[in-house]
C-alpha cells in the first residue's frame, strides 16, 4: 500500500508564497509521474501540475493559470514531490491534492493514489 500525506497548506494574503510537500511512504513500488491538483468549492478538481520520474526526464507541466507562478519538484530519494507557490492570487483558494502513479513489480498496471488534500486560502 501506499500512502500520500501532504503538508504546507494555510492562509496567505495574494502576493505571497507557500510551499506544499507531499511524501508518499510505503515500499517495494517505483513512482512513475506525480501531480498535483486543486479543487474549490462549487468546481471540478484540476490540474495544477505534473512531473514525470527522473528516468523518464523529470519533466514539469503546468496549468495555463499557474504558469509562470508555481514551480513543482520531486526528490525521488524521498518519494516526496513538492509545489512552490508565488504570486498568491484569490483564486487560487482551493484544497490541493497530491497524485502519484504507482507501479508494485507484481501487478500489470499501475495505480493512482490520493492524499487527503490540504487547504490553501488566499485572502485579497
Known amino acids: 500500500q501506499v500512502q500520500l500525506v501532504e503538508s504546507g497548506g494555510g492562509s496567505v494574503q495574494a502576493g505571497g508564497s507557500l510551499r506544499l510537500s507531499c511524501v508518499a511512504s510505503g515500499s517495494g513500488f517505483s513512482i512513475k509521474t506525480m501531480a498535483w491538483y486543486r479543487q474549490a468549492p462549487g468546481k471540478q478538481r484540476e490540474s495544477v501540475a505534473s512531473?514525470?520520474?527522473?528516468?523518464?526526464?523529470?519533466?514539469?507541466n503546468y496549468a495555463d493559470s499557474v504558469k509562470g507562478r508555481f514551480t513543482i519538484s520531486r526528490d525521488s530519494a524521498k518519494n516526496t514531490v513538492y509545489l512552490q507557490m508565488s504570486n498568491l492570487k484569490p483564486e487560487d483558494t482551493a484544497v490541493y491534492y497530491c497524485?502519484?502513479?504507482?507501479?508494485?513489480?507484481?501487478?500489470?498496471?499501475?495505480?493512482?493514489?490520493w492524499g487527503q488534500g490540504t487547504q490553501v486560502t488566499v485572502s485579497s
Open positions: 497524485n502519484a502513479v504507482v507501479k508494485f513489480p507484481s501487478n500489470l498496471y499501475a495505480t493512482v493514489y
Open positions: 512531473i514525470t520520474s527522473i528516468t523518464s526526464g523529470g519533466d514539469p
